[in-house]
T-cell receptor
Framework: EAGVAQSPRYKIIEKRQSVAFWCNPI?????LYWYQQILGQGPKLLIQ????????DSQLPKDRFSAERLKGVDSTLKIQPAKLEDSAVYLC???????????FGPGTRLTVT | DAKTTQPTSMDCAEGRAANLPCNHS???????VYWYRQIHSQGPQYIIH???NNETNEMASLIITEDRKSSTLILPHATLRDTAVYYC???????????????FGDGTTLTVKP
């Protein structure tokens, strides 16, 4: 069974530029999560989708971050404009059901200079 | 804020059991205890979870105290590849609307030494 796929694996941008990350969850998984992990800290949940609807986006900085999961399968997370403090690993995870165990992708390491 | 407390770091000798404690004194009745680990430069990996009974799978055992205020993850025969950051999380399971929302703390860095 293929795992959660993410791309790109690495991205370097300058502050005020925009960037987008892509995630393809495990086939059949209804729930999809985006996390931000700053170096030395645990992952922080940004947004949670159930199929193509948002379940929780309370910690998403909506002035600059946006995410969508239009067809209930893959998802994109966008940052516009990026700030230095957005430098982090962005992790995507999926679970079969809303309360099921989560399976994580390898992450995208973003560096904002 | 994370709802769990874990030691910052632990060491374990290769081949011995690694016992990782977690305190979750404010756990609610519908919250499960989940354990994940994160090996350097990889995404977190699911290990095990439980509600109130002890659980065992091919990776580890989970011991939850009777009052559910703390738990211990046991890796029975630690290897060098078990060196990782281990996260203990409590979260709602099932089909509740807030199910799945996970708050990670900073975890325990386990170092397995030869």
């Amino acid at each position: 069974e293929a795992g959660v796929a993410q791309s790109p694996r690495y991205k370097i941008i300058e502050k005020r530029q925009s960037v987008a990350f892509w995630c393809n969850p495990i086939s059949g998984h209804a729930t999809l999560y985006w996390y931000q992990q700053i170096l030395g800290q645990g992952p922080k949940l940004l947004i949670q989708f159930q199929n193509n609807g948002v379940v929780d986006d309370s910690q998403l900085p909506k002035d600059r971050f946006s995410a969508e999961r239009l067809k209930g399968v893959d998802s994109t997370l966008k940052i516009q404009p990026a700030k230095l403090e957005d430098s982090a690993v962005y992790l995507c995870a999926s679970s079969l059901t809303l309360g099921g165990e989560q399976y994580f992708g390898p992450g995208t390491r973003l560096t904002v200079t | 804020d994370a709802k769990t407390t874990q030691p910052t770091s632990m060491d374990c000798a290769e081949g011995r059991a690694a016992n990782l404690p977690c305190n979750h004194s404010t756990i609610s009745g519908n919250e499960y205890v989940y354990w994940y680990r994160q090996i350097h430069s990889q995404g977190p990996q699911y290990i095990i979870h439980g509600l109130k009974n002890n659980e065992t799978n091919e990776m580890a055992s989970l011991i939850i105290t009777e009052d559910r205020k703390s738990s211990t993850l046991i890796l029975p025969h630690a290897t060098l590849r078990d060196t990782a950051v281990y996260y203990c999380i409590v979260r709602v399971g099932g089909s509740y609307t807030n199910a799945g929302k996970s708050t990670f703390g900073d975890g325990t860095t386990l170092t397995v030494k030869p």
